[in-house]
């Protein structure tokens, strides 16, 4: 990731992540989302990252499924969006299928282990 789209993502996801600063010293909004994005660009598990970035493993478990919502709620008017007639989605299928060659389907889900 670029270091302007890290920027443009952290601008846009900052204000639903970033927390009431009366208790503590609150882990900045730049913080939660390298987490997050190393989190999910890798196999690491909370307790690997926690000695990695000297976060409690528990506060890692906490935020990065709210900055996974924040970034589904910033952005998901302008990047999700559904077929919404059977010919729509029969020409998902199609490109599926000409792209991965992997014929009547419309998509694959991938998890994280």
Known sequence: MTPEMFRELLQRV??????????????????KLAMTLRYMASEDSYRFMACNFRVPHNTISLFIPEVCQ?????????????????????????????????????GVIDGKQ
């Not at 503590?24 to 730049?30: A, D, L, T, Y």
């Not at 020409?91 to 992997?102: I, L, P, Q």
């Open 14 to 31: 900052t204000p639903h992540i970033d927390k009431d600063h009366r208790h503590g010293m609150p882990i900045q909004p730049g913080m």
């Open 70 to 106: 924040a970034i589904i709620a910033e952005y998901q008017h302008e990047v999700f969006k559904f077929p919404q007639t059977a010919d729509e989605w029969r020409e998902v299928a199609e490109e599926f299928g000409r792209r991965w060659n992997f014929h009547h389907a419309c």
